[in-house]
């Protein structure tokens, strides 16, 4: 059984700082990717940023330059760092982990976290 635990989220005035976390547990898994996507009241799923185990990453648009995805190979945890946040940045955060449990490819998700950018 794999699960994602994600924490960190919260209320900040616009302009504001927010450091999302995602730990993946279980046994006997190994992780090929992990990122973070988010979703609007009444707009699409959208992948916000994705790190892979090798380190490369990649960002929506409209987060480049003020966010950071990093993550912790020995933790098995993702960080998203979310810098000079907009309120079009609001949103329910759900961390994504590409992982292989034995031959098994799958995706896994969390259970979300909600970022509200307002004054």
């Known amino acids: 059984q794999v699960q994602l635990v994600e924490s960190g989220g919260g209320l900040v005035q616009p302009g504001g700082s927010l450091r999302l976390s995602c730990a993946a547990s279980g046994r006997s898994f190994s992780i090929n990717a992990m990122g973070w996507y988010r979703q609007a009241p009444g707009k699409q799923l959208e992948l916000v940023a994705r790190i892979t185990s090798s380190g490369s990453t990649n960002y929506a648009d409209s987060v480049k330059g003020r966010f950071t995805i990093s993550s912790d190979n020995a933790k098995n945890t993702v960080y998203l760092e979310m810098n000079s946040l907009k309120p079009e940045d609001t949103a329910v955060y759900l961390c994504?982990?590409?992982?292989?449990?034995?031959?098994?490819?799958?995706?896994?998700w969390g259970q979300g976290t909600q970022v509200t950018v307002s004054s």
């Open positions: 994504n982990a590409d992982m292989s449990v034995g031959l098994i490819r799958r995706n896994y």
